[in-house]
């Protein structure tokens, strides 16, 4: 079990870890809504230059005793506060990723703020509603990582 848990900015040093923890193919299976290609490291440099360059958007690494353990980020979609977060699978069901948005929603003090998630995903699902988020509807949409549309649960944060 994670003993501690922290956030911090994502460094360049973070990004070959990262880029791996996006690779497993059980996790992109469970994210669904992901990166067309996850073994593209070119796309994946592309998407990351982006995102840390926005001005919108709450970036962190999540740090599991000492470690780099996932990603977490808020940002504006369509208008709208997200969310979002990656786990390294070697740490599923320590509590990592509800301390980390945890943790996050403490700096990103903004409402609403919504999560998007694979219906089946239960997991994911469990972790924002513990941390107070609540089922708002269903949406279907084409999920990369399963070659099909799915359908996926919004959840907000009031």
């Known amino acids: 079990m994670m003993r501690e ?6 460094e360049d040093a973070d990004l070959d870890t990262i880029f791996e923890f996006m690779r497993d193919p059980e996790s ?8 067309e290609d ?13 995102v840390r360059a926005r001005t919108d958007v709450t970036n962190r690494v999540i740090v599991g005793d000492g470690r780099v353990v ?18 390294d699978r070697a740490v599923w069901g320590q509590g990592v990723a509800g301390r980390a948005v945890a943790l996050i929603l ?11 998630v694979a219906s089946d995903n239960a997991g994911s699902l469990r ?3 513990r941390a107070g988020f609540e089922k708002v509807g269903t949406d279907t949409g084409y999920a990369p990582a399963r ?12």
């Open 70 to 87: 996932g990603t977490i980020a808020i940002f504006v979609m369509e208008g709208d506060l997200e969310i979002t977060y990656w786990v």
């Open 127 to 129: 972790v924002l509603e």
């Open 5 to 10: 848990v922290a956030l911090r900015p994502i």
């Open 28 to 35: 992109v299976w469970m994210a669904a809504f992901t990166a």
């Open 106 to 116: 403490e700096e990103v003090t903004d409402r609403p703020i919504y999560g998007r």
């Open 147 to 158: 070659k099909e549309e799915i359908e996926e649960t919004i959840l907000r944060l009031s």
């Open 38 to 50: 996850p073994d593209d490291r070119e796309a994946f440099d592309a998407h990351m230059r982006k």
